[in-house]
């Protein structure tokens, strides 16, 4: 059997990024944690490991994710210019 290969820390560090953002998001707008699941057809823990950067989303669901925010997906993924 052949194994994946694991995930590089910092692909990991940015999947935790992005999930922070998804969260902060969510926060300005005064969502729970379950209205965004519900809304995207997810149950909450699932959305909780996102947030946290434990679990890697389809684009689907990040799509659906942003709408159920009311932010463009751009805002989900976007990366702080350090330069």
């Known amino acids: 059997m052949s194994r994946a290969a694991p995930i590089?820390?910092?692909?990991?560090?940015?999947?935790?990024?992005?999930?922070?953002?998804?969260?902060?998001?969510?926060?300005?707008?005064?969502?729970?944690?379950?209205?965004?699941?519900l809304t995207v057809g997810m149950d909450r823990a699932t959305y909780v490991r996102i947030e946290q950067g434990q679990a890697s989303p389809l684009l689907d669901t990040l799509i659906l994710i942003a709408d159920a925010i009311g932010v463009p997906l751009a805002d989900l993924v976007r990366e702080s210019g350090g330069g």
Do not use: D, M, S, Y
Request: net charge positive; hydrophobic share 45%; charged share 30%.
């Open 8 to 37: 590089p820390a910092h692909v990991i560090a940015r999947r935790r990024q992005i999930g922070a953002r998804i969260r902060a998001l969510r926060l300005a707008r005064n969502l729970t944690q379950e209205r965004v699941a």
